[in-house]
């Protein structure tokens, strides 16, 4: 009887002990998912900075395309009024050469008196 209350008592031991490791390990994998869980909650946090980060870029980029729209239009315009101040300089000019060799001929005509 004794031998059988001492081989309970071992077993019982035994099967103690091996819950208690199982326990250990139960414990120290709710610690390594706890770890998982805080890195990937890290590289969520991350990730939404990166995306809110894009999206700023993003608007930024909107910004300064349609500031280059603008400046291409000014541009343009400044072109197209450039090149009209051209073509009016160019008429002016032969105006001016129109009036010179006009000036030139009157300078080389003889003087009529003023009677006649």
Same mark, same amino acid.
């Given at each position: 009887?004794?031998?059988?209350? @001492?081989?309970?008592?071992?077993?019982?031991?035994?099967? @103690?002990?091996?819950?208690? +490791?199982?326990?250990?390990?139960?414990?120290? +994998?709710?610690?390594?998912?706890?770890?998982?869980?805080?890195?990937?909650?890290?590289?969520?946090?991350?990730?939404?900075?990166?995306?809110?980060?894009?999206?700023?870029?993003?608007? &930024?980029?909107?910004?300064?395309?349609?500031?280059?729209?603008?400046?291409?239009?000014?541009?343009? *315009?400044?072109?197209?009024?450039?090149?009209?101040?051209?073509? *009016?300089?160019?008429?002016?000019?032969?105006?001016?050469?129109?009036?010179?060799?006009?000036?030139?001929?009157?300078?080389?005509?003889?003087?009529?008196?003023? &009677?006649?």
């Amino acid at each position: 009887m004794i031998k059988v209350v @001492c081989l309970m008592a071992i077993t019982l031991t035994l099967g @103690c002990n091996r819950y208690e +490791a199982q326990l250990r390990e139960a414990e120290q +994998a709710r610690l390594v998912a706890e770890e998982r869980v805080a890195e990937a909650e890290e590289m969520r946090d991350a990730a939404e900075q990166a995306r809110n980060k894009a999206e700023e870029l993003a608007n &930024d980029l909107e910004v300064v395309r349609d500031d280059l729209t603008t400046t291409n239009k000014m541009l343009d *315009d400044a072109k197209s009024a450039l090149a009209k101040a051209n073509e *009016d300089l160019r008429k002016a000019l032969t105006e001016n050469e129109q009036l010179r060799q006009e000036l030139a001929a009157l300078k080389a005509a003889p003087e009529k008196p003023a &009677d006649e």
